[in-house]
């Protein structure tokens, strides 16, 4: 895997287990953006960790904002650290977020960070957020995914990591979602499931479990996960269309035409656009030839 490897925002909503929301908002705090180039945007391997980093923080109750102040203060004071979600260990004590570097751990928002450098051991209360054996099995199952000749070891390095934290979301979705392309629909499903089990209002995971059924001809079943995606996460506009698709199947061309739609408005160019107001335009010959 070379330096320039670059990952679409879809992308990295799948291998992380991201909404777009997420990533729009982590943008707009600064805390990791996509490069920009003739309006694509993507992000790279170190982009990846970064959010992998932002995601687990949140996921720990650290909020946002309060990451985006300790950055600024930590982008301050060393400014040789381009990418400090993904060059430093990143921690926190349940209320201050904390750095790790160079075996000292720093409080960047206080004057600690400048003045005194910590090296005592933090309390018990200290949850590093790198989660460390699932996390390694994780880092492992993320590089071997993204080596398209490495599927299987990646499925092997999830399931090692669930074996280590089984409540881990990111690691089942993306188990799933490998099984998925390797045309094992049954155990893309279990998988998928088993992510709704753990949390039931995950919009990937519903748009995921409504796409294998849809593939195993579960029309009702798909379109209710994928409602359910849409409900949660308007806009999510893959979920969108794969509604628009189900429901066209199940000949319930009116909300159809309304997810349609809401494709177009988020996804304005693209071949998949192309198609969706392809349908539009059906759609709407059919109703003008049958008045």
């Given at each position: 895997?070379g330096p320039?490897?670059?990952?679409?925002p879809?992308?990295?909503q799948?291998i992380?287990g991201?909404t777009g929301?997420q990533?729009?908002?982590?943008?707009?705090?600064?805390?990791?953006s996509?490069r920009?180039?003739?309006g694509?945007r993507?992000?790279?391997?170190?982009?990846l960790?970064?959010?992998?980093?932002?995601?687990?923080?949140?996921?720990?109750?650290?909020?946002?904002?309060?990451?985006?102040?300790a950055?600024?203060?930590?982008?301050?004071?060393?400014?040789?650290v381009q990418?400090?979600?993904?060059?430093?260990?990143?921690?926190s004590d349940?209320r201050?977020v904390?750095v790790?570097r160079g075996?000292?751990?720093?409080?960047p928002?206080s004057?600690?960070?400048?003045?005194?450098?910590?090296?005592r051991?933090?309390d018990?209360r200290?949850?590093?957020?790198?989660?460390r054996s699932?996390?390694?099995w994780?880092?492992?199952?993320?590089?071997y995914?993204?080596?398209g000749?490495?599927k299987?070891?990646?499925i092997e390095?999830y399931e090692r990591?669930?074996?280590?934290d089984?409540q881990r979301?990111d690691?089942?979705?993306n188990?799933?979602?490998?099984?998925?392309e390797?045309?094992?629909?049954?155990?893309?499903?279990?998988?998928?499931?088993?992510?709704?089990a753990l949390?039931?209002e995950?919009?990937?995971?519903?748009?995921n479990?409504g796409s294998?059924?849809e593939e195993v001809?579960?029309?009702e079943?798909?379109r209710r996960h994928?409602?359910?995606?849409?409900?949660l996460?308007p806009?999510y506009?893959?979920?969108?269309?794969?509604?628009?698709?189900?429901?066209?199947?199940?000949?319930?061309?009116?909300?159809?035409?309304?997810?349609w739609?809401a494709?177009?408005k988020l996804?304005?160019?693209?071949?998949?656009?192309s198609?969706?107001?392809?349908?539009?335009a059906s759609?709407?010959a059919k109703?003008?030839?049958s008045i």
């Amino acid at each position: 895997m070379g330096p320039t490897d670059r990952f679409s925002p879809d992308e990295v909503q799948r291998i992380l287990g991201l909404t777009g929301k997420q990533l729009d908002y982590w943008d707009r705090l600064r805390l990791v953006s996509p490069r920009r180039d003739k309006g694509i945007r993507s992000y790279d391997f170190r982009d990846l960790i970064g959010l992998r980093t932002v995601k687990q923080l949140s996921e720990k109750g650290v909020p946002a904002n309060r990451l985006q102040r300790a950055l600024a203060a930590l982008r301050e004071k060393l400014s040789q650290v381009q990418a400090p979600l993904a060059e430093l260990r990143v921690l926190s004590d349940g209320r201050d977020v904390i750095v790790e570097r160079g075996g000292s751990r720093l409080k960047p928002i206080s004057g600690q960070f400048v003045l005194n450098f910590e090296t005592r051991e933090l309390d018990e209360r200290v949850r590093v957020m790198s989660g460390r054996s699932a996390a390694d099995w994780l880092a492992m199952a993320l590089e071997y995914e993204v080596d398209g000749n490495k599927k299987a070891e990646a499925i092997e390095a999830y399931e090692r990591a669930l074996l280590v934290d089984p409540q881990r979301i990111d690691a089942v979705i993306n188990c799933g979602t490998l099984y998925y392309e390797r045309g094992n629909l049954e155990r893309a499903s279990e998988y998928f499931l088993r992510a709704l089990a753990l949390d039931e209002e995950n919009p990937l995971a519903h748009f995921n479990l409504g796409s294998v059924l849809e593939e195993v001809g579960e029309m009702e079943e798909a379109r209710r996960h994928l409602r359910q995606a849409v409900r949660l996460d308007p806009d999510y506009s893959d979920a969108h269309y794969n509604l628009a698709f189900v429901c066209e199947k199940l000949s319930a061309f009116a909300e159809a035409r309304e997810h349609w739609q809401a494709y177009v408005k988020l996804e304005p160019v693209g071949p998949w656009c192309s198609y969706a107001r392809q349908r539009l335009a059906s759609q709407a010959a059919k109703s003008a030839g049958s008045i």
